[in-house]
């Protein structure tokens, strides 16, 4: 190498072209490059298979979760309870990841059946408002201790904090506490 700088564009994948030009040598593929937009690649709206979620991913990462998952998108959270229902299904007995996939698709299928939908969506609101309704109406069960004091009691005070202070560290900022 002729200098430091040519070393260090060699160590990071970039080479003098042999016959003019400069463009770096794209260290995955080993083809020469003439832009860096060949270096960034866009990102696709893809929607979980399983659950619905839409999420924003390359191409690239794409296809490397659909090869996992049998050529279905699934989102991170559907993969992880994939993952885990293959390890219970191996402990139990021989169970492919086809097959933990198919499960937990079956599963994500029947809560997220419309009229079961709306049953959830109906008991998340009655539990809110039973959740309000004790709040409101000063029901203590909701909480092992009172997180302020209930009207008409008083927290008396014995001594002032202040009072270990001498009247210059009170003030100065500087004075050590």
């Given at each position: 190498m002729?200098?430091?700088?040519?070393?260090?564009?060699?160590?990071?994948?970039?080479?003098?072209?042999?016959?003019g030009?400069?463009?770096?040598?794209?260290?995955?593929?080993?083809?020469?490059?003439?832009?860096?937009?060949?270096?960034t690649?866009e990102?696709?709206?893809?929607k979980?298979?399983?659950?619905?979620?839409?999420?924003?991913?390359?191409?690239?990462?794409?296809?490397?979760?659909?090869?996992?998952y049998?050529?279905k998108?699934?989102?991170?959270?559907c993969?992880?309870?994939?993952?885990?229902?293959?390890?219970?299904?191996?402990?139990?007995?021989?169970?492919?990841?086809?097959?933990?996939?198919?499960?937990?698709?079956?599963?994500?299928?029947q809560?997220?059946?419309?009229?079961?939908?709306g049953k959830?969506?109906a008991?998340?609101?009655a539990?809110?408002?039973?959740?309000?309704?004790?709040?409101?109406?000063?029901?203590?069960s909701?909480?092992s201790?009172?997180?302020s004091?209930?009207?008409?009691?008083?927290?008396?005070?014995?001594?002032?904090?202040l009072s270990?202070?001498?009247?210059?560290?009170?003030?100065?900022?500087?004075?050590?506490?």
């Amino acid at each position: 190498m002729e200098n430091d700088a040519d070393e260090d564009m060699h160590h990071f994948g970039y080479d003098k072209p042999a016959i003019g030009g400069s463009s770096p040598i794209d260290i995955y593929s080993g083809a020469h490059s003439t832009s860096l937009e060949s270096y960034t690649t866009e990102e696709e709206q893809v929607k979980c298979e399983c659950c619905g979620l839409a999420e924003e991913c390359t191409p690239a990462y794409i296809m490397r979760i659909r090869d996992m998952y049998c050529g279905k998108w699934v989102c991170g959270l559907c993969a992880e309870a994939v993952k885990e229902e293959h390890v219970r299904g191996q402990e139990e007995g021989a169970m492919s990841m086809a097959d933990a996939l198919h499960a937990h698709m079956r599963m994500c299928m029947q809560f997220n059946e419309p009229e079961k939908k709306g049953k959830h969506v109906a008991d998340l609101a009655a539990a809110m408002t039973r959740l309000l309704r004790k709040s409101v109406d000063g029901s203590t069960s909701l909480r092992s201790a009172p997180s302020s004091p209930r009207r008409g009691t008083f927290i008396s005070r014995a001594n002032s904090c202040l009072s270990a202070f001498s009247p210059s560290q009170r003030y100065d900022d500087d004075a050590p506490l």
